[in-house]
Nanobody, 119 residues
Framework: QVQLVESGGGLVQAGGSLRLSCAAS????????MGWHRQAPGKQRELVAYVTSGGSTNYVDSVKGRFTISRDNAKNTVYLQMNSLKPGDTAVYYC?????????????WGQGTQVTVSS
């Protein structure tokens, strides 16, 4: 019903920047929050940032002041601007979109994009 396509990952040196994009298509009317989780080798999946349909943003403490999430409703696209990247940010980043139907939340996921930050 909802398809998410991610782009923008890559290899960057510590201190550099990347901008992730996640475009939603299909039945986008029911989408509420959108954001990213990340998964690093040997670590649990971590919620990085999300933005609600009303525009409220939330970040995990480790990225506050460095990452900025934004949303373009006209394009059904969410962006994650990542500045001052650290090696600890290395992970696969998975975009998600939350949809509520009959009081039940369903999450849709992007394919993931690799972010690698070198020392």
């Amino acid at each position: 019903q909802v398809q998410l396509v991610e782009s923008g990952g890559g290899l960057v040196q510590a201190g550099g920047s990347l901008r992730l994009s996640c475009a939603a298509s299909g039945s986008t009317f029911g989408i509420n929050d959108m954001g990213w989780h990340r998964q690093a080798p040997g670590k649990q999946r971590e919620l990085v940032a999300y933005v609600t349909s009303g525009g409220s943003t939330n970040y995990v403490d480790s990225v506050k002041g460095r990452f900025t999430i934004s949303r373009d409703n006209a394009k059904n696209t969410v962006y994650l601007q990542m500045n001052s990247l650290k090696p600890g940010d290395t992970a696969v980043y998975y975009c998600f979109a939350g949809v509520y139907s009959r009081g039940v939340r369903r999450d849709y996921w992007g394919q993931g994009t690799q972010v690698t930050v070198s020392s």
